[in-house]
């Protein structure tokens, strides 16, 4: 079981560059999202999904897009790299049900650098 | 809408004598309530969760936590501290909702420890 796999771990853009941030989960969890990490703040939500072919914008989504194809992926696309988008990115994906929401699953993060 | 306050960004104590990291939290329905603690250049891992059963929490690493609902604070705590506890810790809320309200996280508390 391998949880949530998040491909690549790091990687150095030039602006303008566009790039897919891979995010696959195999514990059939309908929630699935993305978020960001700056230097010495918290996570911010990027985009989210509730189950395939659902997804809907979270606090800072310009600049990025995502799909759901499957339950299992949830890639971020970014367009048009900008160097405010330098940052630490996570994957996550939880199960809702029955009203409850399970803990967080998270990927192990991609260190993103706009240059 | 939910929100979570961490009361404190930076909490240094010497190893050997107690941690506390604080939480309060506001939602409008019975939330979850979870800890996750994120060590330099890595991904989040869960350290305890309150799902409306025992309200004091065991975790693990020696960490618990207890829910009270009168005060709405869930928070961290470890009788003595241990270097290797050196790390960011995030308080974290979810309700019934799900959605971009589905997870709500809070700053984070750095946690040093002094030799």
């Known amino acids: 079981n391998a949880g949530v796999t998040q491909t690549p771990k790091f990687r150095i853009l030039k602006i303008g560059q566009s790039m897919t941030l891979q995010c696959t989960q195999d514990?059939?969890?309908?929630?699935m999202y993305w978020y960001r990490q700056d230097p010495g703040m918290g996570l911010k939500l990027i985009y989210y999904?509730?189950?395939?072919?659902?997804?809907d914008k979270g606090e800072v989504p310009n600049g990025y897009n995502v799909s759901r194809s499957t339950t299992e992926d949830f890639p971020l696309r970014l367009e048009l790299a900008a160097p405010s988008q330098t940052s630490v990115y996570f994957c996550?994906?939880?199960?809702?049900?029955?009203?409850?929401?399970?803990?967080?699953?998270f990927g192990q993060g991609t260190r993103l650098t706009v240059v | 809408a939910q929100s979570v306050t961490q009361l404190d960004s930076h909490v240094s104590v010497s190893e050997g004598t107690p941690v506390l990291l604080r939480c309060n939290y506001s939602?409008?329905?019975?939330?979850?309530l979870f800890w996750y603690v994120q060590h330099p250049n890595k991904g989040l891992q869960l350290l305890l969760k309150?799902?409306?059963?025992?309200?004091l929490v065991k975790g693990i690493n020696g960490f618990e936590a207890e829910f009270k609902k009168s005060e709405t604070s869930f928070h961290l705590t470890k009788p003595s501290a241990h270097m290797s506890d050196a790390a960011e810790y995030f308080c974290?809320?979810?309700?019934?909702?799900?959605?971009?309200?589905?997870?709500?996280f809070g700053k984070g508390t750095h946690l040093i420890i002094q030799p």
């Open positions: 996550a994906s939880t199960l809702m049900l029955q009203g409850m929401n399970t803990e967080a699953f």
């Open positions: 514990m059939n969890h309908n929630y």
């Open positions: 999904s509730v189950g395939a072919g659902i997804t």
């Open positions: 939602s409008s329905y019975s939330p979850s």
């Open positions: 309150y799902t409306s059963a025992a309200t």
């Open positions: 974290v809320v979810s309700d019934r909702r799900g959605g971009a309200d589905g997870l709500t």
